[in-house]
């Protein structure tokens, strides 16, 4: 029995499947599930294990890989996730591949930067109709560009001054509301325009009523990115949560304010809710906070389980 590879089996397996694990929960998972093979290992050196030490060995390593899958998945985790970041990312790159495919690679964004790259070397007669139909995109995405800046400047939407990984995130958001909506607009509003017959539905309702549409939707876009922002850890960047109102509308010493928590324990974020108040102000708690929402997330899994 002794000559069966446990050990490197196992130093094998937990490395890797450890990765699974999120990274709060990584170090317990490993030492838990150490201890369980080390224990049954130090019977099946003394005699007292029957049965096949392979299948065992093998059932073993099938359950801590399920352990390791359903700890990452589990509901606890998975809603962590979806107030996270990597959830934004993650539907900004799962829209981005999708309407590549669906438009075949970009095809009229790509014809339109070959025009205007071709522009200067065009003739007279065909350079009028090139500049035109670059005035007709581009035009619009100016318009939707520059309404959301008005919007976001007079929006009433503070943002405290954080590290590299807030400002990031924030900009990864922004890039990600203006590359999708003008993609979407281009490509879109060319199949649409492809399918109606008449020219005047074609030009005003597949092309300027299109681009208020667009316009509208890129503003309230980039307002939610700001928004979203303002509402989010400073240190994960995760959704805050928990929001309780005080305060009162009609004081004017105490007003009325939402105050929300960081699930990991990292802060809290007052909020003002008057539109003449004080800025948002950040609270950031110790270690020992920390420690205490673990301890509360971890008796929570257990009820669940």
């Given amino acids: 029995m002794s000559n069966v590879p ?23 998972w490993r030492a838990r599930w150490d201890s369980v093979v080390r224990n049954w290992w130090t019977l099946v050196e003394r005699g007292e294990v029957g049965g096949e030490i392979s299948e ?8 801590a890989l399920a352990g390791a899958f359903w700890t990452r998945f589990s509901k606890d985790n998975l809603r962590r996730w979806l107030r996270g970041p990597g959830f934004v990312v993650a539907c900004t790159l799962a829209t981005l591949l999708l309407l590549a495919i669906l438009t075949h690679g970009f095809a009229v964004t790509r014809r339109l930067i070959e025009i205007a790259r071709d522009l200067p070397y065009a003739s007279p007669e065909m350079a009028g109709a090139r500049e035109g139909a670059l005035i007709a995109y581009g035009f619009p995405i100016l318009f939707a560009l520059a309404t959301g800046i008005v919007l976001v400047a007079f929006g009433r939407l503070p943002l405290r001054t954080y590290g590299w990984r807030y400002w990031s ?11 999708i909506l003008p993609l979407l607009w281009i490509e879109g509003g060319a199949a649409v325009r492809a399918h109606i017959s008449n020219l005047q539905l074609r030009v005003f309702g597949g092309g300027l009523a299109l681009a208020l549409i667009f316009v509208a939707a890129f503003g309230c ?9 303002r509402r989010r850890c400073p240190v994960c960047l995760e959704r805050l949560a928990m929001p309780v109102t005080i305060g009162s509308w009609g004081s004017v010493f105490d007003p009325v304010a939402t105050e929300l928590l960081c699930n990991e324990g990292h802060g809290s974020l007052c909020v003002s809710e008057m539109e003449i108040g004080e800025d948002d102000r950040w609270t950031a708690f110790g270690a020992s906070w920390s420690s205490l929402f673990a301890t509360h997330e971890s008796k929570k899994d257990d009820v669940t389980r």
């Fill in 6 to 28: 446990v050990p490197i089996v196992w130093r094998c397996l937990i490395p890797l499947a450890s990765w699974i694990v999120p990274r709060r929960e990584r170090s317990d």
């Fill in 56 to 63: 065992q060995l093998a059932a073993h390593c099938r359950a």
């Fill in 169 to 179: 995130f924030l900009l990864f958001k922004t890039a990600s509301v203006m590359a």
């Fill in 221 to 229: 876009a980039l307002l939610w990115a700001f928004a979203d922002q």
